[in-house]
């Protein structure tokens, strides 16, 4: 198993670049399922999720290539062949080691009219539901069964008809889900409270590129006029928007006052007004140049509490970032999380470091230090965002920090290490038995 081992201290400058956006990336996956040919899509991340949801993609027949396995040329490009889709399962073994496979629910769905997908399992912060998925599914007509911890679902003959649904609470997985399999359903489809996310308004962006009619992209209120098939297309991911804020957020616990960094490849507005505006309020400078958003360092953070909400809301993905952001604040401040119910394991690994913050029920009140360092130690990752927060907490802390268990990191953080010593840090990736 991997750790990185982080020596804190060394300032952080120069350059970081952005990479496709992992949760942007799975959909497009899933919906390229949809069109019977070859789909190409570019400005993949290289992660294991992809890894893990192109073999998701296989189980169907599909013949899926991932170009940084064999072409330096185009190293973030994905070709899938969807022309002929002969088994109709996700299975558990792959399911369970990521929960986005359950899109392929939607997927099987809305090509060949039947799934069995495994059900995707809880996580480290709660037991990640998909009642919103199946609710969904049923209102389109399709049967849904369970069986041995897999959904097994079936459109009725001729097929899913359009519903009118609404999602309570707003759900990003939910939405995706449902507009798979609406995209060529007979009839109409209406989602009210529907996911605004960009990882969701560019799906559905490649969903009208296949063919499909789509409108209310970016609004609560989707409409889709199903369509008889989709037509196989090439496309180009977003850039991944959490590590955009992660790095916004690195930059202001770790580079000097006066020094810039400067991140590539960007797309700020996916961030989101909460975000950006909470960020603007720490007195922590940035200009945003198209697709570049320079940072520069500061002496004193202010202290800035933050809710999590659904976009444009402040995501819940960049929380744990910012508590650590917080840590160094120059007073105390809270976070609160309302999108899941448990969403705080890193903060007892940073409270090890140091730190002195209190979980109140779904609130984290943080005691700002005004830049005290951090003391390096052993921690624990316990999921992709709470694993990058304690990364973030060793670029300051003094000495060495242990992060334990980056197999979670590297589920949605392309080169991580090797991006940050390539901007001043010393870090390094080591194997360890536990
Ligand atoms: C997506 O998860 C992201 N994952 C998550 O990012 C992100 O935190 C989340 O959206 C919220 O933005 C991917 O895109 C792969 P939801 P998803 O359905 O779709 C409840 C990361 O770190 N809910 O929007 O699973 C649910 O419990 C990951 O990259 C139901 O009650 O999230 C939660 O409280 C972590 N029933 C809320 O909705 C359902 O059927 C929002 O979840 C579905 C969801």
């Not at 939910?174 to 996911?195: H, K, P, R, Y």
């Amino acid at each position: 198993m991997d750790k990185l081992v982080i020596k804190g201290g060394n300032p952080l400058r120069g350059r970081l670049h952005v990479g496709g956006s992992k949760n942007t990336a799975l959909p497009l996956m899933a919906a390229a399922l949809l069109g019977d040919g070859v789909s190409t899509i570019h400005n993949m991340p290289v992660l294991q999720d992809v890894y893990t949801f192109a073999n998701v993609l296989r189980v169907t027949g599909a013949r899926v290539e991932f170009r940084p396995d064999f072409d330096a040329n185009t190293p973030d490009t994905l070709v899938v062949d969807a022309s002929s889709i002969n088994h109709f399962e996700a299975p558990y073994d792959l399911v369970k080691q990521m929960r986005a496979s359950f899109y392929m629910l939607g997927a099987l769905l809305g090509r060949c009219g039947q799934a069995r997908v495994s059900l995707p399992g809880g996580c480290a912060w709660g037991p990640r539901p998909v009642d919103l998925h199946l609710k969904g599914m049923e209102a389109l007509g399709a049967n849904i069964e369970m069986d041995q911890g897999y959904v097994v679902a079936e459109a009725p003959e001729g097929g899913l008809h359009g519903a009118h649904i609404r999602f309570e609470p707003s759900s990003v997985g939910a939405t995706i889900n449902v507009m798979l399999a609406a995209s060529t359903a007979n009839g109409t489809t209406v989602l009210d409270n529907a996911a605004a996310e960009p990882d969701v308004v560019v799906f559905g962006e490649m969903l009208q590129a296949m063919g499909a009619k789509v409108s209310g992209l970016g609004t609560t209120t989707i409409t889709i006029e199903g369509v008889d098939k989709l037509s196989p297309v090439e496309f180009n991911n977003c850039p991944d928007r959490i590590e955009l804020g992660t790095y916004m957020i690195a930059a202001a616990i770790a580079t000097p006052a006066g020094e810039e960094l400067v991140i590539t490849g960007a797309e700020p507005d996916h961030l989101g007004d909460d975000f950006l505006n909470a960020f603007r309020k720490t007195g922590v400078p940035f200009e945003i140049d198209g697709d570049t958003v320079t940072v520069t360092g500061v002496e004193t953070i202010q202290p800035v509490s933050i809710t999590t909400s659904p976009y444009p809301g402040f995501p819940t993905d960049l929380q744990a970032q910012w508590s650590v952001m917080m840590t160094q604040a120059n007073g105390a401040s809270s976070i609160t999380e309302t999108v899941y119910s448990d969403r705080f394991k890193h903060i007892p690994e940073l409270n090890r470091m140091g730190a002195a913050c209190r979980v109140d029920d779904h609130v984290v009140m943080v005691q700002g230090k005004n830049g005290t360092a951090l003391q390096g130690t052993n921690v624990m990752s316990t999921d992709l965002r709470a694993s990058v927060s304690l990364v973030l907490a060793g670029l300051i802390a003094e000495g060495e920090t242990h992060v334990l268990r980056v197999y979670h990191l590297d589920r949605g953080y392309e080169n991580l290490e090797g991006k940050l010593a390539g901007a001043g840090i010393d870090v390094r990736r080591e194997e360890y038995q536990e």
